[in-house]
């Protein structure tokens, strides 16, 4: 069976809380055209400062977002609400605290990120740097919103449908199979690597795809004897150069067609 990463965005004009006679509600949104679907306008933020208070509190999972309230804090008239919100936790209430809804990339000092650091205390200072901590979970280097987290490694081919983006782009297509190869030239011997596609980045306002493939040899202290690095691609064009990723870009493969249907 496919992966299926689903993500719905419900986005908005500019909402504000307000107090009405039955308490706090939320204004109708002001019209609006186009919108940058950045952290800055999902859930989150830093909460009102209160008396008494030196540091306000925060929202980890987005500290640079709209809405966020400090536990039975009440908002401010007139405080701005989110504009971008997950479509199946809508923000209702001031008691409310939805997951931040995005499609970029996670900060690493944000959480669940910052879950997955491990621990750098004395312990590691005097018996493990500067290696990672023996705690150290890889989903650190995750930087991707849990919801887009595919369950393993992209193949190429996979369908990709976009819905309210750019009108002027094909919102159905595959991804590019490259068939690429990887050589390690390390002491004297060829060792061969498998690039595996790890990052998928669409631009739909620039009309660019990026897809990042990564290949590791561990080296240690022997990054010196690593003489070279061979990249070859099975997709080769009449010509004998590499063919174009891209190629075929906008036609999805009728197994993968039938899936989504």
């Known amino acids: 069976a496919l992966p299926i990463l689903r993500r719905v965005l419900r986005v908005f004009g500019e909402r504000r809380w307000t107090r009405g006679l039955l308490g706090w509600h939320i204004t109708e949104p002001e019209p609006w055209q186009q919108l940058p679907l950045s952290w800055e306008l999902a859930y989150g933020g830093v909460a009102p400062l ?46 409310d605290r939805p997951v931040p809804a995005g499609l970029g990339p996670i900060a690493p000092t944000w959480l669940p990120r910052r879950a997955h650091a491990g621990t750098y205390d004395e312990a590691w200072m005097a018996g493990r740097a500067p290696y990672l901590p023996l705690d150290f979970d890889p989903r650190y280097f995750q930087v991707a919103p849990p919801e887009l987290v595919a369950p393993g490694f992209l193949q190429g081919g996979e369908p990709v449908r976009l819905i309210g983006f750019n009108p002027h782009l094909p919102t159905s297509f595959a991804l590019p199979q490259c068939g690429l190869g ?42 010196s004897q690593l003489s070279a690095v061979t990249v070859s691609s099975t997709c080769w064009a009449a010509d004998g150069r590499p063919a174009s990723p891209l190629e075929g870009l906008g036609r999805m493969p009728t197994a993968y067609a039938a899936a989504e249907a």
């Not at 640079?64 to 923000?91: K, M, W, Y």
């Open 50 to 95: 209160q008396p008494g208070q030196t540091v306000p509190a925060y929202e980890p999972r987005n500290p640079v977002g709209l809405g966020f309230l400090a536990p039975g804090q009440e908002p401010q008239e007139g405080q701005r609400l989110p504009r971008i919100e997950d479509a199946a936790q809508p923000l209702a209430s001031p008691d």
């Open 182 to 223: 990887v050589q390690f030239h390390f002491r004297g011997r060829e060792l061969p690597g498998q690039p595996q596609l790890e990052t998928v980045l669409i631009e739909p306002d620039a009309a660019r795809l990026q897809l990042l493939w990564r290949c590791a040899l561990p080296v240690d202290k022997h990054l």
